[in-house]
């Protein structure tokens, strides 16, 4: 049975906890004109990143202008990689995963048909907030239909659902959260939510 629960604040909490392990450090910036730039990131935008180098000095440098981001650890971070994994949620209890992302925004589709039990898809365009190699928090704009015999919110029931959304996910070294307010005809608004381990190819 597949049951829409009002998590919302502790959710936003774990949300909360994932950003602040994200945060990046010192981190080495490759151009693509092929010059680099080392020193410690300040802060990370959508379309830019402001870095102090090692001699104090503070640059904002334009993301078009940047090839990779290697982290003093070794880590090399990819702007643009495919993503594939498994979630539990909407929109068919049990999801398999994939999508891609490019530099500023990317596209997941999910779902699954599990016979006569469950059947969904939903599919996500999202926008990156924040991102570095171990950690990524974005916002998206969604669409996906269920269909089955076990589909209940509060308060009522059906056999099928379209719904429409916009939604909140952060992923943590694979480990994936999705929150998502959704707006269908028959409950109205109400929040749907994925959670699983979805792995980033970056």
Same mark, same amino acid.
């Given at each position: 049975? =597949?049951?829409?629960k009002?998590?919302l604040?502790?959710?936003?909490?774990?949300c909360f906890?994932f950003?602040?392990?994200?945060?990046?450090? !010192?981190?080495?910036?490759?151009?693509k &004109?092929?010059?680099s730039?080392?020193?410690?990131?300040?802060?990370?935008? %959508?379309? !830019? $990143?402001?870095?102090e180098?090692v001699?104090?000095?503070? #640059?904002?440098?334009p993301?078009?202008?940047?090839?990779?981001i &290697?982290y003093t &650890?070794g880590?090399?971070f990819k702007?643009? /990689?495919?993503i594939?994994? $498994?979630t539990i949620?909407?929109?068919?209890?049990l %999801?398999?995963?994939g999508?891609y992302y490019?530099?500023?925004f990317?596209l997941?589709?999910?779902?699954? /048909?599990?016979?006569n039990?469950v059947?969904? #898809?939903?599919?996500?365009g999202?926008?990156?907030?924040?991102e %570095?190699k171990d950690?990524l =928090?974005?916002t !998206?704009l969604?669409?996906?239909?269920?269909d089955g015999p076990?589909i209940?919110?509060?308060?009522? !029931?059906a /056999?099928s659902l379209? /719904?429409?959304?916009a939604?909140?996910e952060?992923?943590?070294?694979?480990f &994936?959260?999705?929150? %998502?307010p959704?707006y269908?005809e028959?409950p109205?608004?109400f929040f749907?939510?994925?959670l699983g381990?979805?792995h980033r190819?970056?």
């Amino acid at each position: 049975m =597949m049951e829409i629960k009002r998590t919302l604040p502790g959710l936003i909490l774990i949300c909360f906890l994932f950003g602040i392990c994200g945060l990046a450090k !010192s981190a080495e910036l490759v151009l693509k &004109d092929g010059k680099s730039i080392k020193g410690k990131i300040l802060e990370e935008k %959508n379309d !830019s $990143v402001l870095l102090e180098t090692v001699k104090g000095e503070q #640059v904002k440098i334009p993301k078009a202008e940047i090839a990779s981001i &290697d982290y003093t &650890d070794g880590k090399s971070f990819k702007q643009k /990689y495919p993503i594939t994994g $498994v979630t539990i949620g909407f929109p068919a209890l049990l %999801n398999l995963v994939g999508g891609y992302y490019w530099k500023d925004f990317g596209l997941k589709i999910s779902g699954g /048909y599990w016979s006569n039990l469950v059947r969904g #898809v939903q599919l996500n365009g999202s926008i990156k907030l924040i991102e %570095n190699k171990d950690f990524l =928090m974005g916002t !998206s704009l969604l669409a996906g239909r269920v269909d089955g015999p076990h589909i209940f919110w509060n308060g009522g !029931s059906a /056999y099928s659902l379209n /719904y429409l959304g916009a939604g909140l996910e952060v992923n943590l070294l694979g480990f &994936d959260l999705e929150l %998502n307010p959704t707006y269908s005809e028959g409950p109205g608004l109400f929040f749907l939510w994925q959670l699983g381990y979805v792995h980033r190819f970056n």
